[in-house]
């Protein structure tokens, strides 16, 4: 029987606790009544016995606390709210646990932006992380040693699991029932819960947000200057001659500023400004292509395709208001 141990953290969202403990019982469940044995030993750890969350409108008991808890194989680390900093600094007594058990053989998965607390523990440094592409840049500013994975809703990397933004964690609890009890249990899982097994992609949500906290002041007055200029052709040269800094030293000053080239940048608020047209009014592809500076109509999707996964008229048919049923 695998042992798991949902970690009831301080700041914890309570869905992220609840969610993981419905799907894994759940399992059981479905094995019991196939009259097979369970499969799983869920268990609730914590630093405290009750911990209280959201503003103590709920209290969550645990079954164990982590001194308790001398071996375990799966540690689930759920979304957490608040300041992160200081919820993380609140949490630090997990840490030292966390490490000492994956190198006993434990594995780990992250939900959402439980990913900081997973970072935290350094045994994510060289490695890649999916996580909220809300937070994707605070992420990087505090744990620059992690490849964070923005578009990526399951990311795993030698027994540690991370998932993309908000409830795209249930594909990764998915992924973890196939690991654990076998393909037909999650297809199962995902018809009961009524799930999109192998959902891949977070690419569809990521509202684009550019990185603007750094200091580099000539960087962010030309990331004001494309965001202000949607319909134009901005070419890199352009933009590195009216800042008067040599091309190369731009585009090295640029990516480190923002995390994007100059290039990708300028995609990036394109597609933007593109997905906001076509999800609010009644223009067609090509209209809103050009308001957006391209002329070449294979370009443009190819570029929509890849930072968005749906192809233009996929994304206004999915997300246009006018499309839904009344």
């Given at each position: 029987?695998?042992h798991?141990?949902?970690?009831i953290?301080?700041?914890?969202?309570?869905?992220s606790?609840?969610?993981?403990?419905?799907?894994?019982?759940?399992v059981?469940?479905f094995?019991?009544?196939a009259g097979?044995?369970?499969?799983f030993?869920?268990?609730?750890?914590?630093?405290q016995?009750?911990?209280k969350l959201?503003?103590?409108l709920f209290s969550?008991?645990?079954?164990a606390?982590?001194?308790?808890v001398?071996?375990?194989?799966?540690i689930i680390?759920?979304a957490?709210?608040?300041?992160?900093?200081?919820?993380?600094?609140?949490?630090?007594a997990f840490?030292?646990?966390?490490?000492e058990q994956?190198h006993?053989g434990?594995e780990?998965?992250?939900l959402?932006i439980g990913?900081?607390m997973?970072a935290?523990?350094?045994?994510?440094d060289g490695?890649?992380?999916?996580?909220?592409?809300?937070?994707?840049n605070?992420?990087?500013?505090?744990?620059?040693?992690?490849?964070l994975?923005?578009d990526?809703i399951v990311?795993?990397?030698?027994?540690l699991?991370?998932?993309g933004?908000?409830?795209?964690?249930?594909?990764l609890?998915l992924?973890l029932v196939e690991?654990y009890a076998?393909?037909?249990?999650?297809?199962?899982a995902a018809?009961?819960f009524a799930?999109?097994i192998?959902?891949?992609?977070?690419?569809?949500?990521?509202?684009?947000?550019g990185q603007?906290?750094h200091?580099?002041e000539?960087?962010?007055?030309?990331q004001?200057?494309?965001?202000?200029?949607?319909?134009?052709r901005?070419?890199?040269?352009d933009?590195a001659m009216?800042y008067a800094i040599g091309k190369?030293?731009?585009e090295?000053r640029?990516?480190k500023?923002?995390?994007?080239?100059?290039?990708?940048?300028?995609?990036?608020v394109?597609?933007?400004?593109a997905?906001?047209?076509?999800?609010s009014?009644?223009?067609?592809?090509n209209?809103?292509?050009?308001?957006?500076?391209y002329?070449?109509?294979?370009a443009?999707?190819a570029?929509f395709k890849?930072?968005t996964?749906l192809?233009?008229?996929e994304y206004?048919?999915k997300?246009?208001?006018?499309?839904?049923?009344?």
């Amino acid at each position: 029987m695998k042992h798991i141990s949902i970690l009831i953290t301080n700041e914890a969202v309570l869905a992220s606790i609840a969610d993981p403990r419905i799907m894994f019982t759940g399992v059981n469940d479905f094995l019991e009544a196939a009259g097979k044995p369970a499969l799983f030993n869920v268990q609730l750890v914590g630093l405290q016995k009750e911990v209280k969350l959201h503003g103590g409108l709920f209290s969550v008991h645990t079954d164990a606390l982590i001194s308790d808890v001398k071996k375990t194989d799966l540690i689930i680390i759920p979304a957490i709210s608040g300041d992160i900093k200081t919820t993380l600094k609140h949490n630090e007594a997990f840490l030292p646990w966390i490490i000492e058990q994956h190198h006993k053989g434990a594995e780990a998965a992250s939900l959402c932006i439980g990913a900081f607390m997973l970072a935290a523990t350094g045994l994510l440094d060289g490695k890649e992380c999916s996580s909220h592409w809300r937070t994707a840049n605070e992420f990087r500013e505090m744990f620059p040693k992690v490849t964070l994975v923005d578009d990526r809703i399951v990311t795993e990397q030698k027994g540690l699991y991370s998932s993309g933004g908000a409830t795209s964690y249930w594909n990764l609890l998915l992924y973890l029932v196939e690991k654990y009890a076998g393909r037909d249990m999650s297809i199962m899982a995902a018809k009961v819960f009524a799930l999109e097994i192998d959902r891949k992609s977070q690419s569809p949500f990521i509202m684009f947000n550019g990185q603007k906290t750094h200091e580099d002041e000539p960087i962010k007055k030309a990331q004001e200057f494309i965001e202000a200029n949607i319909a134009e052709r901005i070419s890199v040269e352009d933009l590195a001659m009216k800042y008067a800094i040599g091309k190369r030293h731009f585009e090295r000053r640029f990516k480190k500023a923002t995390n994007n080239s100059p290039l990708e940048y300028i995609q990036r608020v394109k597609i933007e400004a593109a997905k906001k047209q076509l999800e609010s009014s009644r223009k067609n592809v090509n209209e809103v292509m050009y308001d957006v500076g391209y002329s070449d109509t294979k370009a443009f999707r190819a570029v929509f395709k890849k930072i968005t996964g749906l192809s233009p008229v996929e994304y206004r048919n999915k997300y246009n208001t006018a499309n839904q049923p009344a």
